[in-house]
């Protein structure tokens, strides 16, 4: 048997569970480097590599956020659409328990959680997705209508570009 490149993560398991095809870009891991870091690793458009963030309303109830790299959530627009008051960021260690991942390193497949989950509807416009494969410096590149099919999220329209 063939050795694996990756450490088999929990959102590996989750993706091979659902047999949906992807393929595995190790990349070396920056702190604080985000999508930029990402994309010029491997290669790819800053805008198909998506980001999971994970985010609480105002009732302190955690949800997830699928964006592009190149464009930040708009929060008021996104409480908005949820029907909450505010939504905001959480901090590190409350993302690590809802979803059983290290920040940097958070995947929307496998979390420990399950958690409502929005997604830029535009990432279905692109052909192919590189999004976190469950730990850091490693995404998995898929066909964005596989993430929805596993993931069932709503579709907003709640990005905005990065300043």
Do not use: W
């Amino acid at each position: 048997m063939a050795k694996e490149k990756h450490s088999v993560t929990t959102a590996v398991r989750a993706l091979r569970a659902a047999h949906v095809e992807f393929t595995d870009h190790l990349y070396a891991y920056e702190e604080h480097g985000g999508t930029e870091v990402c994309a010029r690793e491997l290669q790819v458009d800053e805008h198909a590599v998506i980001k999971t963030l994970i985010m609480e309303d105002d009732k302190r109830q955690p949800l997830v956020v699928l964006m592009h790299g190149d464009m930040k959530v708009s929060t008021k627009e996104l409480a908005r659409v949820v029907g909450v008051k505010t939504v905001t960021p959480c901090s590190p260690d409350t993302a690590n328990r809802h979803t059983g991942y290290l920040v940097g390193g958070t995947s929307p497949f496998g979390m420990r959680k399950q958690m409502p989950v929005y997604m830029e509807r535009s990432i279905l416009d692109l052909p192919r997705i590189y999004i976190n494969g469950g730990r850091r410096g490693y995404l998995v590149g898929m066909r964005p209508e596989d993430a929805v099919t596993l993931l069932n999220p709503t579709l907003v329209n709640v990005g905005i570009p990065e300043a």
